[in-house]
Nanobody, 122 residues
């Protein structure tokens, strides 16, 4: 009932930048938190950054000062600006959104995007 479409992954050299975007569509009444997670080969999925409906943000220590999360509530879209990328940032990045549906009225949802590959070469 809620679909997330991600764009922006790719291959970049160390020190470069990428911008990810994720747009939610469907019978959405409201969206609360929107976030980005990542999973590297052989590792567990981890939180990268999250932003509340009011704009409060939280980042993993490993990306503080390099990544910036933002959102456009009118477009149900969340962005992740990634600067000064490092090889250890290589992973599949997943968008996550939580909120409530219009139909059935008020039902909570917690949806994930399909993932986008980010590869940083040294």
């Amino acid at each position: 009932q809620v679909q997330l479409v991600e764009f922006g992954g790719g291959l970049v050299q160390a020190g470069g930048s990428l911008r990810l975007s994720c747009t939610a569509s469907g019978v959405i009444f409201s969206i609360n938190a929107m976030g980005w997670y990542r999973q590297a080969p052989g590792k567990q999925r981890e939180l990268v950054a999250i932003i509340s409906s009011g704009g409060n943000t939280n980042y993993a220590d490993s990306v503080k000062g390099r990544f910036t999360i933002s959102r456009d509530n009118a477009k149900n879209t969340v962005y992740l600006q990634m600067n000064s990328l490092k090889p250890e940032d290589t992973a599949v990045y997943y968008c996550n959104t939580q909120g409530r549906l219009t139909m059935p009225a008020g039902r909570a949802f917690d949806s994930w995007g399909q993932g986008t590959q980010v590869t940083v070469s040294s």
